[in-house]
């Protein structure tokens, strides 16, 4: 896909319509558009936020409620607005009645991201930080320097990692898949740059994520 062409019509059908890969590489580029003209502020610990006073009505379209809006965003979370951007099919109603809005944005995001790469793109920008909460004695031990291969982590360790994936990404994360994704973190301490870097690398590998 041409990077230098207007892309600003390929939405609903018309972006339904590219392949999956060229569906994920415009993602890409539209979260490096909307961090660099400031509507996006990344910010670690945060997957979608708003001023709550946009949504008054719970029946509207996401899509238009959130138009060039600002936001605070993850790395996953800028992924979505792009893809809501795109092809909305979410009203404001099923988007603020969750408590679950991580599963909500993987889930909605699953048809055009694979599971992995959406969590290999969390961990990259989120860091070790992401990691302790989800898996923490294998945070602690990272931390430490330490690297378990899968056949040496603790049978509590492992049910608990099966318990988060079950819950989130629907699949283990594997010792590998952390510690490349990790990665990300040493290379600049800045979100806004880090998210760059990780939708650069999107673009770069054909639309897939490879840390």
């Known amino acids: 896909m041409q990077t230098d062409k207007d892309t600003s019509n390929l939405i609903d059908d018309k972006f339904e319509a590219l392949s999956p890969i060229e569906k994920r590489v415009l993602i890409a580029q539209d979260v490096i558009r909307n961090i660099e003209v400031n509507r996006f502020r990344s910010s670690p610990g945060c997957y979608t936020f708003f001023d709550h006073d946009l949504f008054d009505d719970n029946d509207k379209e996401l899509r238009d409620v959130v138009k060039d809006k600002e936001c605070e965003v993850c790395a996953m979370g800028g992924l979505f607005i792009c893809v809501i951007d795109r092809k909305d099919k979410m009203n404001t109603g099923e988007y603020l009645g969750t408590n679950r809005v991580n599963k909500l944005i993987v889930d909605y995001l699953a048809d055009i991201f694979d599971k992995r790469q959406l969590a290999l793109v969390e961990i990259a920008f989120e860091g070790k930080t992401y990691v302790n909460d989800a898996f923490p004695e294998y945070g602690k031990r990272f931390e430490h320097g330490i690297l378990l291969s899968d056949d040496d982590v603790p049978e509590d360790v492992a049910a608990a990692r099966r318990i988060y994936a079950d819950n ?44």
């Open 168 to 211: 989130y990404f629907d699949f283990e994360m594997n010792s590998h898949g952390l510690l490349t994704s990790l990665s990300f973190e040493k290379r600049s301490e800045l979100a806004r740059k880090r998210m760059i870097l990780i939708m650069e690398n999107i673009i770069k590998n054909n639309g897939t994520f490879v840390p």
